[in-house]
Every structure is written in C-alpha cells, then in structure tokens.
C-alpha cells in the first residue's frame, strides 16, 4: 500500500510540473521526506526547480537522483546487465527510462558506457557531455568522458578531463594511471614518469600501474628499468597476460624455465570458458610460444 501512495504522490507532482512548478517542487520534498531514497522524486525536485530557473539547486537535485538510484529496481537490473555484458538488454532498460524521464542523468551514463563498449564513442561523448551538463558534479560521468577522449585519441583532453576527476577523487589509481598514459601520447614524458613513480609508490601492489610504468619506460628508451618494471607488475599478478606479451614483444628477453612454468599455471588458472579472460589466454599463448622457440624446444612452441 505504501508503494502506491508513492507513486500517487509522484503522478501528481508531475501532473502539477506543467503549471505549478512550485506546487510541484513541494509535493517532490514531501515525497524525499518521507522516502529519502526515492530517485524519481529527486529527479522531480530537479525538474521542478529548472522551471523556476534555479539551475545549480537543479544540478544538485540531480546528481542526489543519481545517489539515490541503488534503490531504484529497474536501473538496479540495468546495471546487472551492463556488469553481465548483456548489452542488448541493458540498452533496451535504459532507453525505456529515457524515454520516461529524459534527465535521468544516471541512466544517461549508463547509456553511454553501452554505446563506449560497442565502439559508438561519439554517440557515448554526446551522452556524458548532456549528464555532466545536467550535473556538473557527477564524477563517473566526467570520468567516462576522459576514457572516451583516450579512445578517440584525444590525449589532450583527457588529460585535461583527468585533472578534475582527480580534484575530487584523487587516491584513485585507475583515473592516475589513465591521465599518465594520456600525458605520455601528448610527449608529456617527465611529468607522466614522475606521476607513474608517486602512483607506484602508494600502491606497490597495482600490477596494472607498473605494467603502465614499463610501457612508458620503454617508450623513452629505459629498457631495463621497463623489464623491472614489468617483472614487478608480475609479481603482484602473474595471471596478466598483457605484462608476458610486452615481455616478449622487447624481443632482447630470453624466458627461462621458471618463467615457462609461470605462464603455463597463469594459462591453466585462465578459465578457458570464462570470456572475461580470453585476452589473457591470448597474450599467455603468444609469450609462451616465444618462451618454447626460445629454449628450442619446438613442438610446445608451436602448439602455443
């Protein structure tokens, strides 16, 4: 009975929003009031409050909506999909919501990370860019934006995106390591050096960061350090793939035995039916096949 009088409560706010914004505004208060985790009210608030030309009360009502939406149902299971990559079905939600509410700046965002997964980076640019302009202050969304820049190698402003996502988040490695490697194809090499240094130093354990410390390494010529770097990123995860591959790609490196018996337990611990891990597969089968046909040891060389 409860969540009928909820969704009362909201059917009238939005019959009042056309005339009586004010009205409107009130009746959605009410609503947050009493249920302070209803996203559809605070999404009211926000409409509400753009009609009486109160933009930054509106952007902030908006980016609450967004807090409040782990309590929203449909967008909880829009999520599941996205996290299961069943994208199809996770589009079809969130342009269902979109079509209820256009301002779901929530929903906006996840629509994006559809369209980013399936290579539509300007359909997932132009998305953000209207869920960073209804809520300035929404991190995930100004972070997705700097990705979408790397991807259509727009370095620059990444790299510039990455500066205000690490204002409010700075202890984020994954937002560092992105604006490292953004300053590093912008020829920024001694600050993105200096920062993959001070990022190595706070999370020694982050296999991702050293391997992105070793790419970088060995663009500017410091090989050795770059194979320390990359041996470094093992030891926090021998699974990586992607850190045997650049290992073998340095083509100077001889693997030895103990190096084989690695990659072999990594591939073994891959999942062969796990999708999540084909390109570690991938990379594992590509750097075992130089280990083998470096030890002459021909037939497992080609095997691999």
């Given at each position: 009975m409860a969540t009928v009088t909820h969704d009362q409560a909201l059917a009238n706010a939005r019959q009042l929003l056309n005339g009586q914004p004010g009205a409107a505004l009130a009746q959605a208060q009410a609503i947050i009031e009493a249920v302070p985790t209803s996203a559809a009210a605070h999404r009211l608030v926000a409409h509400a409050l753009r009609a009486l030309?109160?933009?930054?009360?509106?952007?902030?009502?908006?980016?609450?909506?967004?807090?409040?939406?782990?309590?929203?149902?449909?967008?909880?299971?829009?999520?599941?999909?996205?996290?299961?990559?069943?994208?199809?079905?996770?589009?079809?939600?969130?342009?269902?919501?979109?079509?209820?509410?256009?301002?779901?700046?929530?929903?906006?965002?996840?629509?994006?990370?559809?369209?980013?997964?399936?290579?539509?980076?300007?359909?997932?640019?132009?998305?953000?860019?209207?869920?960073?302009?209804l809520a300035p202050g929404f991190g995930a969304a100004r972070a997705n934006l700097a990705t979408v820049y790397y991807k259509q190698n727009r370095f620059a402003e990444a790299a510039e995106t990455l500066d205000a996502v690490l204002g409010d988040d700075p202890d984020n490695p994954a937002h560092a390591n992105l604006r490292a490697a953004a300053l590093g194809r912008i020829g920024g090499y001694d600050e993105a050096l200096a920062l993959y240094e001070e990022l190595t130093r706070r999370f020694p354990d982050h296999a991702k960061l050293w391997m992105s410390y070793g790419h970088l390494l060995k663009t500017v010529g410091r090989q050795d350090d770059s194979i320390a770097a990359y041996r470094r990123a093992l030891d926090a995860d021998p699974g990586l793939g992607e850190i045997w591959w650049s290992l073998a790609n340095l083509k100077t490196i001889r693997f030895d035995a103990g190096d084989r018996a690695a990659m072999e337990a990594a591939l073994?611990?891959?999942?062969?039916?796990?999708?999540?891990?084909?390109?570690?597969?991938?990379?594992?089968?590509?750097?075992?096949?130089?280990?083998?046909?470096?030890?002459?040891e021909h037939e497992p060389a080609f095997r691999h």
């Open positions: 030309d109160r933009e930054s009360e509106a952007q902030a009502a908006s980016l609450a909506a967004v807090g409040a939406t782990i309590h929203d149902e449909a967008m909880v299971d829009a999520a599941l999909a996205l996290a299961e990559d069943r994208l199809p079905d996770a589009e079809a939600a969130l342009r269902q919501r979109l079509r209820e509410d256009a301002t779901d700046v929530a929903a906006i965002r996840m629509l994006a990370e559809v369209a980013g997964r399936i290579g539509r980076y300007e359909d997932a640019e132009k998305l953000l860019s209207r869920a960073l302009q073994v611990a891959a999942e062969p039916d796990s999708e999540a891990r084909a390109d570690d597969r991938l990379h594992l089968h590509f750097a075992l096949g130089k280990a083998y046909d470096d030890a002459a």
